[in-house]
């Protein structure tokens, strides 16, 4: 040890966050509030008491105790001050000593963090709420918490930095305040940190500092991006209300809970500009006054942000090609083949469930009826427009939902669905293209290859969107000589892109952008994976889904019965019991197409009320075992509605086809929904299914099946920068999806060929019930 301590005026000791126990032959226990540090020696332990901070490095060697030699106490202080637990103190006098505790439990130099403290300016920007509808954000509070914690402040203007201000702190009633993105330019332009809290409300919020310059931080912009999300009803109420009206809630606060938001506020700001980084300073942290919880919600940094990142990388995704590369199987279970674990994908992207930052606020599991049913919301679907989703408060596809024959895949199922959803919603920067179908020429499919809307259902869809509900809305006819944008998918047949309006890819596409009207998105084909491959797969198999299941719903024609005994599967034995035990009877029909990938439709009735309540699900694999699984999880995804409904029929659902089917469906009076009695019931033994252990062998096998039969496979790459899960959307134009679309094709042809029936079914025989899930 040196003595060049005597002249600064150093003094040695534990640092102040710790107290020192020595226990004599056993070791020297160093306590702080969140640990116990044991330092074990008998040298130790003699010279422990000697670190209590009052002593400069020659004190500490003139005291050292007998039996000790200056180069082993040497020796033990380097060996604690490596580890963090004994450090050189400045004389600190007259600053409160826990203050200095603090800032050496967060790893700094206290003394010097007093000074910068002191020396350094912050300003504070204050903003009202729209309108002067709230009470307010109180400055003399504000100030007072800024200036306890050692700060010094200066007022500053939405429109004007303070010039000596190190940082900003800016305090608003809603992050979504019209004047921030002027406070975010300013900021960026003069390279200036800014922290953002809103002090008032049951919740405070306070994060991150922006303007940390290291290239990778999230801006306001993309924290307003994911915010804006998550209010659908203000948005539909900005659309609908007089614009003077302020929609923000009442201003709710408590003065404890008023002091308690502005010093916490203080702490954030005296951290940073103390020199703490940390990852939490990225993050929006938030307190719940009500119940005292607190989390911090991640922000990431969207790649495609106008502002900080790349606005164009969404439109150069859609302008090359779809590659479709060899990815092995990781997992088997829970109803699909998929190249990563179930645990592995929530792991990846748990991050996206939060009500701040992330694509949905929250999954839940639906608590009506048994837990076996694994059934999960995850959220407004954002299929939906503004307009339909608050006509279907009241509906199973108001909210995205999961399904699986675990917790873990029900829910990893609902978050992939959600992001599939977002990643299909229209944000703007997609790739689009304004011409007609006229100018396109073959590089453009017609709508109506898609659409499938028979002319009898433009000329009478007044009276039928006056009806049914708005998922069977019937559009205005396509004009082919009016310009629209369109954005160019892949087509994995002729290895080239092809054109589809941007109105029929992207949901709630806005009218300027040729969204609405003629042309508006479903979910047929689009699913999320993780992998490309993955999705893909998924996506095609629900495109095949959904047209086995219409050309069987739609004509009524019976379909042979599945034995569920044959396959072995114990889950399937607990299903029955469950449901036998809510009185309700099971059974699952093939309703496979000329595709010939197997394709189950699960159905349930109630035995004993007044109403059979039949409910179905479907699902489609080449694995016939995967096929029937998927089938009867989405049943048990949809059951809680006509589970909880009880005698009074009260199904939880606005849909008027739904409610219609559920009042009206049962066994005895639609034959089409039993088993064929003519037909064996079908077993393991039925399907040629040769197993594969890559991906690109069932995208392979799906894409053959599909242009066997003439068809054109295209996918869009929907995947979002930000986001990361891949999504696409599948598209095989003629084929048919679950709604009510009656065009001539294969509808009425399929049938036929695989002779269900001897002739096309009249369009005025076809089912009058719309599928509605």
């Known amino acids: ?86 450090a050189l103190r400045e004389p600190t006098d007259g600053i409160d000593p826990p203050s200095l505790a603090y800032w050496e439990a967060a790893g700094l130099e206290p003394a010097g963090v007093v000074r910068t403290l002191r020396n350094t300016t912050v300003a504070t920007i204050l903003l009202s709420a729209e309108d002067g509808a709230g009470d307010g954000i109180d400055a003399d509070a504000a100030t007072a918490a800024l200036l306890a914690a050692g700060l ?43 922290l953002l809290a809103k002090p008032g409300g049951t919740q405070v919020w306070i994060g991150p500092v922006f303007g940390q310059r290291d290239g990778e931080q999230a801006c306001w912009h993309c924290l307003a991006h994911r915010l804006r999300g998550h209010r659908q009803a203000e948005t539909h109420l900005r659309a609908v209300v007089d614009g003077h009206v302020p929609l923000i809630p009442p201003a709710v606060s408590l003065p404890p809970l008023g002091a308690a938001a502005f010093n916490l506020i203080a702490l954030e700001a005296a951290k940073w500009v103390a020199g703490m980084r940390t990852e939490s300073q990225r993050a929006v942290w938030t307190l719940d006054s009500l119940d005292l919880c607190g989390r911090s919600h991640e922000l990431r940094r969207r790649p495609q942000c106008p502002s900080c990142g790349d606005e164009g990388l969404m439109a150069e995704q859609a302008r090359r090609p779809v590659t479709v590369g060899h990815r092995p199987k990781a997992s088997r279970s829970g109803g699909g083949h998929r190249s990563m674990p179930p645990e592995d994908v929530l792991a990846a992207y748990e991050h996206l469930i939060s009500p701040v930052t992330g694509v949905l606020k929250e999954i839940t599991k639906d608590g009506r009826g048994p837990s076996f049913f694994n059934s999960f919301r995850a959220g407004p679907n954002l299929a939906l427009n503004a307009r339909r989703h608050f006509e279907h408060m009241r509906s199973a596809r108001a909210e995205n939902g999961g399904k699986g024959v675990t917790p873990l895949h029900g829910k990893v199922s609902a978050l992939c669905e959600a992001i599939e959803r977002h990643s299909g919603y229209f944000h703007g920067d997609e790739e689009r293209v304004v011409a007609s179908y006229a100018d396109l020429g073959a590089d453009a499919v017609h709508p109506n290859d898609c659409l499938l809307f028979d002319e009898r259902q433009y000329a009478d869809r007044a009276k039928w969107n006056s009806t049914h509900s708005s998922f069977q809305y019937v559009c205005d006819p396509f004009d082919e000589h009016t310009p629209t944008s369109w954005t160019p998918v892949w087509s994995l047949t002729r290895q080239r892109h092809r054109f589809l309006p941007t109105g029929m890819l992207y949901f709630d596409v806005p009218a300027e952008h040729g969204g609405g009207g003629a042309l508006s998105a479903d979910s047929n084909g689009n699913a999320a994976g993780s992998s490309v491959e993955d999705a893909l797969l998924q996506g095609l198999l629900e495109v095949v889904e959904r047209d086995a299941v219409a050309l069987w719903w739609y004509n009524r024609t019976r379909a042979p019965g599945v ?12 299903l029955r019991a469950v449901y036998a035990a809510l009185r309700r009877d099971v059974w699952v029909l093939d309703v496979s197409s000329d595709v010939g ?93 040769a197993p594969t252990s890559d991906l690109h062998q069932d995208i392979t096998d799906v894409r053959r099946r599909l242009e066997g039969l003439g068809l054109d496979v295209m996918v869009l790459d929907q995947t979002r920068p930000d986001v990361g899960l891949p999504v696409v959307k599948a598209i095989v134009p003629g084929m048919r999806g679950f709604w009510a679309r009656f065009a001539p094709g294969r509808l009425f042809d399929v049938p036929v060929r695989l002779g269900r029936r001897d002739t096309p079914t009249p369009y005025e025989d076809l089912n009058p019930i719309p599928l509605f899930v």
């Open 1 to 86: 040890m040196t003595t060049s301590s005597k002249e600064s005026g150093l003094r040695i000791g534990f640092k102040r966050h710790l107290r020192a126990h020595v226990v004599r032959g056993e070791a020297v226990y160093l306590l702080s509030e969140r640990d116990a540090t044991s330092v074990a020696g008998a040298h130790v332990e003699a010279l422990a008491p000697l670190l209590d901070g009052t002593r400069d490095l020659a004190e500490l060697c003139r005291d050292i105790p007998e039996g000790l030699t200056l180069a082993e106490a040497g020796t033990i202080v380097t060996r604690l001050v490596d580890a963090g637990l004994v």
């Open 152 to 194: 010094s402040t200066v007022p500053a203007s939405p429109h004007r930095l303070a010039d000596d201000a190190a940082m900003s702190v800016v305090l608003c009633e809603d992050y979504l305040d019209p004047a921030l993105p002027a406070i975010d330019a300013l900021h960026r332009a003069a390279g200036r940190p800014w």
């Open 563 to 574: 034995d569920l005994d044959s396959f072995g599967v114990r889950w399937i034995d607990e």
């Open 597 to 689: 990938i197997p394709t189950m439709a699960a159905l349930s009735r109630r035995t004993d009320g007044p109403s059979e309540d039949v409910m179905f699900g479907f699902g489609a694999h080449l694995d016939p075992q995967v096929a029937l699984i998927r089938a009867l999880t989405e049943m048990n995804q949809l059951m809680p509605a006509v589970v909880a409904a009880g005698e009074g029929g009260d199904y939880d659902w606005s849909d008027p086809d739904a409610v219609h089917w559920w009042r009206t469906a049962t066994w005895d009076g639609m034959p089409y929904l039993r088993p064929d009695p003519a037909v064996r019931p079908r077993t393991p033994a039925d399907y040629a299914h």
